[in-house]
């Protein structure tokens, strides 16, 4: 059984190495730079995107970081990485997957739609978005329940850097949250990782 991570040090597949540490199957990791090797046919042949990440499992390709979470959940259920709560699992991780980060992206590019066509954009606004983040984290200690899932990796991960960055609000609960997860064994070795190969 083998698992090939395609990533960059500077890109989202760093929530897919946080996956990977937690499931703890050894994996191997194929560093690719921006540019020429992410768009060199070889590589657009395992995602036209020419994006990272990419997981190849035993010959099968997973594009997108929420499909690979997902999938790495159940691929490898004995880590217990799937949400008890598996409407609470499903409806955030794909929340975050989409209505969040298309708000997030959409404010940081300027693009804010007019309150008359909010109901045209998944997200309606911004601030709709954060606060519903934010209820996200307080329904319970973690997204999918009272255990760690990989929906906590994924949304989790969000939150972490819109806080770092400032691209979310950062409010008590958002706060309270990433401080619970940030230090898990798990995310500091998937860190210390991808900060080794970040070029100095």
Known sequence: MTLTLYTNPMSRGRIARWMLEEIGHPYETVVLSYGAEMKAP?????NPMGKVPTLVHDGQ???????????LADA???AGMIG?????YYRWMLFAAGPLEAAVTNKALGLIPPAERQQMVGYGSYETACAALDSAVTAAEFIAGDTFSAADVYVGSQIGWGLQFGS?????????????IKDRPARLRADAADNALVPQ
């Open 61 to 71: 390709v997973i594009t997108e970081c929420a499909a690979i979470c997902l999938y």
């Open 42 to 46: 070889d590589y657009l042949s395992l």
């Open 168 to 180: 979310i609000p950062e409010t008590p609960a958002l706060a309270t949250y990433w401080n619970r």
């Open 76 to 78: 490898f259920p004995k």
């Open 84 to 88: 008890k709560n598996r409407a609470a």
